[in-house]
């Protein structure tokens, strides 16, 4: 593949085993259903944007971990052209992991397993990042703790790195943190955790994010199927932006989140977000 991202791609962040079922509906508290067909494969909130930036032509490195059962996951990114060189294999253990219920409308309900990513800390990362000896774009999300995600882009921000944060699962990203992100990229349930609030429809949606972006260099706030509203440079209201989202038939949406901050690492290029970015 041609590679066309101008900056090296560094995510920082998990690497799971996923177990995947299909299920006429998602079962509620207590409740037992039949499902359909049973898949198995690599998932996590590292390597999900990591396949997908590398598939959008940005030369990746993954910084994580696995398990001495890790190997699969290893040989996956390696297939998908990615540089595991800092991927750790630990000795005992396993490696983190999700069960996924996915319904026939394409939603689902996970529960995820930290597993080896719950061992990755900051010396890891510190010494993955000197041996990158250009500016890069980071990729951060959660599934990996808390203080390696801010170790992260507190180091990345003297080097001139950009930075892209996708707290999700949600956690309340230090203030810092969030104001180095360029951009923060939030669905909006997330933003109203983010904020404290609870945004109602369109209007709100837009001053959330109108919000969220005077918070960071730059905002996204997903919608799924209505899809964006952006913002750049902490501007105000007037300068939200609605993407359409387009149309588009969900199978499965698992790793959706993932794969958009994934591509936003290599096709945005800092500050003003376009749409054709998006």
Not at 69 to 97: M, P
Not at 171 to 200: F, K, M, Q, T, Y
Not at 266 to 278: D, F, I, M, P, S
Request: hydrophobic content about 45%.
């Amino acid at each position: 593949m041609i590679r066309t991202s101008p900056s090296p791609v560094v995510v920082v962040g998990s690497l799971n085993h996923d177990l995947s079922v299909e299920t006429p509906v998602l079962p509620r508290p207590g409740e037992t259903v039949t499902g359909g067909a049973l898949h198995t494969g690599l998932g996590g909130k590292g390597a999900n944007p990591a396949i997908a930036a590398s598939r959008a032509g940005g030369n990746v490195r993954m910084i994580g971990a696995v398990g001495p059962d890790g190997q699969d996951l290893l040989a996956t990114l390696e297939r998908a052209e990615v540089n595991i060189t800092a991927v750790e294999t630990l000795k005992t253990g396993h490696s983190g992991a999700a069960v996924v219920s996915v319904d026939a409308a394409g939603e689902n309900a996970i529960v995820a397993i930290p597993g080896a990513n719950g061992s990755l800390n900051a010396a890891a990362v510190t010494a993955a990042f000197d041996t990158i000896p250009e500016p890069a774009v980071l990729v951060l999300q959660a599934e990996i703790p808390v203080q390696v995600i801010e170790h992260a882009a507190r180091l990345a921000a003297p080097r001139g790195w950009r930075v892209v944060l996708n707290p999700a699962p949600y956690i309340p990203p230090a203030a810092d943190v969030v104001a180095a992100a360029d951009p923060l990229a939030v669905n909006e349930h997330e933003a109203d955790a983010l904020l404290g609030a609870s945004g109602r429809g369109a209007v709100d949606v837009a001053r959330a994010a109108a919000e969220v972006g005077r918070r960071a260099a730059s905002a996204v706030i997903t919608r799924g199927a209505e899809g964006a509203y952006a913002v750049s440079c902490g501007g105000g209201a007037g300068d939200v932006r609605h993407i359409p989202a387009p149309a588009a038939e969900a199978v499965d949406t698992t790793g959706a989140g993932d794969a958009f901050a994934g591509t936003l690492a290599v096709t945005h290029r800092g500050a003003q977000l376009q749409e054709e970015e998006l």
